[in-house]
C-alpha cells in the first residue's frame, strides 16, 4: 500500500511531469507472473525512473547502507528507498552474496518482477561493463525470462556526484524476453553462468547501443576514486 501511494500518487506525476520520459517496448513486459528487468546502469535516477514506467511494482537489490541511517536523514532515506521498492541487502561477499541471492529468488517465488543491474554499480563513464554472473544463476535457479531494458540519458539528467537532477527528457527501451530454459540444472556450470550473462549484456548493448568494455566496472573505479561518488 505504501508503495502503490507513493508511486501513483506522489513520484510519478513529479517525475513524469518533470522529466516526460519515452519509452519504447513496453509490451515487452508480461502483465503477470515473475520475471528479472535487467538494465543498464548509468545513475542514481534509475532505480527511480524504472519502477515509475512499469505498471506493476518491481523490486530492487540495494545496499544496505541506505537503510541504517540515524535521525530524520536517515528516516527520509529509509522510507524513499522503501517506497521504491528496494530491498536491502549486504554486498560484502561470501555469505551476504548467497543471502542476496536468496533475497532475490523469494521475490521471484512470489511471481513478482525483481530489477538486476548485472553491472554491479554505476557505469563510471557512460559505457557499458562486463555483468557479473549472480543474475545468471537467478535466471537459471528462479526459472524465469529476462526482459533486458536500457535506460537512455539517466546520467545525463544526474551524473555521479550529482545531488540534484537536470530537468531533460530521457529514455526507456524494453528489449523481447529472454529465455534460457535451456540450460536448466546448469546453474552450477561457472561456464553457462558466465554465457548467460554475457548474453543478456549483448542484448543490452543493442538496446543502449553504448560502448562495450569486457572489464567490470569496479575495477575502473577502484582506479578512480571520483568515480565512486
Known amino acids: 500500500m505504501f508503495y502503490w501511494f507513493m508511486k501513483n500518487l506522489i513520484v510519478a506525476p513529479i ?33 527511480i525512473i524504472l519502477p515509475i514506467v512499469l505498471d506493476r511494482r518491481i523490486s530492487f537489490l540495494a ?15 529509509r522510507s524513499f528507498f522503501l517506497a521504491a521498492g528496494q530491498l536491502p541487502i549486504d554486498r560484502s561477499g561470501g555469505k551476504a552474496s548467497e543471502a ?28 557499458l561493463y562486463r555483468g557479473r554472473t549472480g543474475i545468471a544463476r537467478m535466471v537459471l535457479e528462479g526459472r524465469v525470462p529476462v ?21 531533460r527528457r530521457l529514455g526507456v527501451v524494453f528489449g523481447e524476453p ?8 546448469l546453474e552450477g556450470d561457472r561456464f553457462i ?11 543490452l548493448r543493442k538496446l543502449s547501443n553504448q560502448e562495450y568494455v569486457d572489464v567490470y566496472a569496479s575495477s575502473v573505479k577502484e582506479r578512480t576514486p571520483s568515480s565512486k561518488r
Open 15 to 47: 517525475l513524469l511531469t518533470l522529466f516526460r520520459p519515452w519509452v519504447v517496448g513496453r509490451e515487452h513486459v508480461p502483465s503477470k507472473g515473475a520475471v528479472i528487468i535487467a538494465s543498464n546502469h548509468l545513475s542514481f535516477i534509475d532505480s
Open 63 to 77: 545496499k544496505s547502507d541506505y537503510f541504517t541511517g540515524r535521525g530524520l536523514k536517515g528516516w527520509l532515506t
Open 100 to 127: 542476496a541471492l536468496n533475497t532475490g529468488l523469494q521475490v521471484l517465488a512470489a511471481g513478482e518482477q525483481l530489477g538486476i543491474y548485472p553491472e554491479g554499480t554505476r557505469s563510471p563513464d557512460g559505457r
Open 147 to 167: 526482459v533486458p531494458v536500457a535506460m537512455i540519458a539517466t546520467d545525463e539528467v544526474m551524473p555521479i556526484g550529482s545531488r540534484w537532477p537536470k530537468i
Open 178 to 185: 529472454l529465455d534460457f530454459s535451456r540450460y536448466r540444472g
Open 193 to 203: 553462468l558466465r554465457a548467460v550473462t554475457d548474453e543478456i549484456m549483448h542484448e
